[in-house]
């Protein structure tokens, strides 16, 4: 991961928006987002993060 990128994490019953603030290969370390909202949904959550970090989201097949 790299730094200032987004990801997600389980939080209690929820999913919470991170930005990793330190990495160096081995170690990583994030905060949390404070002006998102806390997710239900997984599929929802992932859909942000590919939104804030600029990526191309394409929903996940679910067979």
Same mark, same amino acid.
């Given at each position: 991961? /790299?730094?200032? $990128? %987004?990801?997600?994490?389980?939080?209690? =019953?929820?999913?919470r928006?991170?930005?990793?603030d330190? *990495?160096?290969?081995?170690?990583?370390? *994030? /905060? @949390?987002? *404070?002006?998102? @909202?806390n997710?239900n949904?997984? $599929?929802?959550a992932?859909? =942000?993060v %590919? $939104?804030l970090?600029?990526?191309? %989201?394409?929903p +996940?097949?679910i +067979?």
């Amino acid at each position: 991961m /790299k730094v200032g $990128e %987004y990801h997600y994490n389980l939080h209690g =019953r929820h999913f919470r928006i991170y930005q990793c603030d330190y *990495s160096d290969g081995r170690i990583t370390t *994030s /905060k @949390p987002v *404070s002006n998102e @909202p806390n997710y239900n949904d997984r $599929e929802a959550a992932r859909k =942000r993060v %590919y $939104e804030l970090n600029g990526w191309n %989201y394409k929903p +996940k097949d679910i +067979k």
